[in-house]
């Protein structure tokens, strides 16, 4: 039944219903986690030939590298070629780097402040007068690094196919505009694939910053968990065709392929912007961890491995996410008080509540037991201004915990929904 | 015989012999390299038990995290408790994190211009208004990062104890000099150990800048090569002693202990700069591989177990440095144009030639195959005032390319003070 359309005096029964509900929930003393798109144990476990990898006689790459010395800046050739194909990169314009594509990001921010990017004529000036567009709800590490940079950010709303393109289009004809981020495939949090018009727009619109940059993290490449492929359009491709070939730095990662903190990061982007970030990175470090690279390069020696690999991931993810789904419909659905994304695959669902709830829900959750993403955490400065967004990270928590903790999460939208609804009505909870 | 003592008639003598020789060593196609300390083949085999580890059934470090997923950014206790003792740094104040200390010292010189550091109420001024103190020779890698940041380099004479402290004193009375570079054991490239008082002037001295800091690069910690161990004084216990505990940044890492791409490197210092540390690289990164560090705990459980493997690698790399100086002092000894270290630890050889023939000495070098590292790389914006210092890097080359480039070398050196000879003597050569 529809809450909103419930009399002041059902919203109250219900009320004391309710939280004699959420009395007894906390009574249960639930230590649960739904923050954070950590991998479960099941899932790390499909790659434990890493830990014996590459093995006692196996350190030589295939152009005779000793991986276990210094020096090979760009990463081992056959691990790039794998992961161009999925990364949409031409091998020679992929580097295989450390554990972090987060870090290769903010690398590349830090060198854009510092020095300035391919294109520019200075280095990216601070406070205040750099901005970077940020779909919403989006990553909040990638808006933690903007705001430790003193770079503004622009909230601009993503659809179903990706950011509002015209608003983009708007925005970028500031110069003080240079760049956005963009998680293109299965977008963290709303599973969002951007479709292949937006994919195009983005790669042709004209911006009056000259060194305008895309940072597109294809973090979810990969990552289907409804056993369909959602196409992605080839960025690079399209902004080499319309003559911005130097608009874009694709990351990727390994981190949710194998082990999420001892995988490999990726960095993709025209020539002379790999250039500009190994030319940087070479007074940095002298050179990744190729050993590493060689055991992946093991493990997963072809995009066809990789793909099987992740159907794997699939069978494990592809249940919570249906879990998720039915318990959410089951005590939600048609109350208008929540409405919820359906992922095809990566790690998130996006869940949003009644205006100005978000943060009481996340506040009864608590209290129950039930850690989630701090409301407003997928909006810059983490502020939601419509304090309704909620991001659930289903994946880490065994089946049975999963479904504890969103029936406890339901529950706490229904309490902050009838709380919010009486406030409304003007009648004391 | 002394060459500086010949006639002019018989130093045209010996050009003519040394000539010829260099031609027929020329003949002889060598392509052979002494510029960069990488470990031999047979050192890296000598942690080959690391591409197996942990092994299939080993992922969980001593209190329980599973190393293959995220987070952990302090890095494994049971890593740094081992070397913690090594290091010299509490354990708790000690930080295990990527593949290389490189990293981590630029790290901390960018936070410091981004950011500034703890004590200091600003970032660190660039364009000419921050200088460090650079001991020479020293380590190009470290005056790269100074040149790419903006940062003065202020070069410092070292002595056998380490840097002319009475100069160092001084010139911290200059509030713009706010570090001072050192690799305090076996330092790069001298090998020179810093003494007890110097290492407790540096701890004890008043700085002018309040945010002064020493990056103590500890590279060579346990990397005898003659059997004897060259005590180092407490750095951090004495600068706390002496009223500065947030003056010291160490540095370490096992590249040279393990595999030099794929190692673990370490940060040690005050709580309150370990804090500020792991407050900024939270936003780049969630943390470091783990994988690695139980892997590293696994090959070298405890300090005693670090020492017995570096004895190892001391039997490997004593007889070069043994080949190196008789090759020397057969060719130059009593020459009076040469004088160079007899390291009993670290990875390099330093080489003085006559003042002004270091670079004649890496071209003649290059004319006859042998790459040597290039005159000037040891002091600040590669510019050895005096171009007189040459690096030897002996551990790579197996011991019969190492005789051939070393016997190349030495021939390379006379043949360049005798045309300098000759030239101060104004005769043609």
Redesign the interface.
């Known amino acids: 039944m529809d809450l909103t359309a419930r009399t002041p005096a059902e919203l109250s029964d219900r009320l004391t219903a309710l939280r004699a509900e959420h009395q007894r929930l906390k009574g249960r003393g639930l230590r649960l986690d739904l923050t954070?798109g950590?991998?479960a144990?099941e899932q790390?476990a499909l790659?434990?030939?890493?830990?014996?990898?590459?093995?006692?006689?196996?350190?030589t790459a295939a152009d005779g590298t000793?991986?276990?010395?210094?020096?090979?800046l760009r990463g081992l050739p056959e691990l790039r070629a794998t992961f161009a194909a999925l990364l949409q990169v031409p091998a020679e314009q992929l580097v295989a780097l450390?554990?972090?594509s987060?870090?290769l990001m903010?690398?590349c921010l830090?060198d854009a402040?510092?020095f300035g990017v391919v294109g520019g004529d200075a280095p990216w000036p601070r406070e205040g007068r750099t901005a970077v567009l940020c779909p919403v709800p989006g990553y909040d590490?990638h808006f933690?690094?903007c705001e430790?940079?003193g770079i503004d950010m622009i909230p601009v709303p993503m659809t179903h196919t990706g950011p509002d393109m015209d608003e983009v289009e708007r925005l970028v004809a500031d110069e003080r505009v240079k760049g956005i981020w963009c998680v293109p495939k299965y977008s963290n949090p709303t599973a969002a694939t951007y479709s292949a018009e937006t994919v195009r727009r983005l790669a042709a619109m004209e911006t009056a910053a000259p060194d305008f940059r895309i940072f597109w993290d294809n973090a979810y490449a990969v990552h289907q968990v409804a056993g369909v492929d959602e196409p992605l359009a080839d960025i690079l491709g399209l902004s080499v065709e319309h003559g911005h070939p130097d608009r874009v730095f694709v990351f990727g990662s390994t981190?949710k392929i194998t082990?999420?903190?001892?995988g490999v990061a990726f960095f993709g982007s025209s020539p002379a912007n790999v250039a500009w970030l190994l030319g940087?990175l070479a007074?940095?470090?002298?050179?990744?961890?190729?050993?590493?690279q060689l055991r992946h390069a093991r493990l997963l020696p072809d995009a066809p491995a990789v793909h099987a690999h992740m159907a794997r991931h699939a069978a494990v993810l592809q249940p919570k996410f249906e879990l998720v789904d039915a318990l959410l419909e089951k005590r939600l659905g048609g109350t208008g008080a929540a409405s919820w994304t359906r992922p095809r695959g990566g790690y998130f669902v996006s869940l949003d509540v009644l205006d100005g709830c978000a943060a009481r829900v996340v506040e009864l959750a608590a209290d129950a037991g039930v850690a989630l993403t701090p409301a407003g955490a997928t909006f810059p400065y983490g502020k939601d201004p419509r304090d309704r967004n909620i991001r659930l990270a289903p994946s880490y928590p065994d089946p049975d915990e999963l479904r504890d903790a969103v029936e406890a999460l339901t529950l706490c939208v229904e309490l902050a929904s009838v709380e919010h609804l009486l406030a409304a009505a003007g009648t004391p909870a």
Chains 1, 2 share one sequence.
Do not use: Q
């Not at 790659?47 to 350190?59: E, I, K, R, V, Y």
């Not at 082990?259 to 001892?262: D, P």
């Open positions: 954070r950590k991998p144990a790390l790659s434990s030939a890493l830990l014996g990898l590459p093995g006692l006689d196996d350190h000793d991986c276990r010395n210094y020096g090979g450390g554990n972090s987060l870090e903010y690398e830090v402040v510092l590490r933690a690094i430790k940079l981190s082990a999420a903190g001892s940087h007074k940095r470090t002298i050179g990744p961890d190729k050993v590493n």
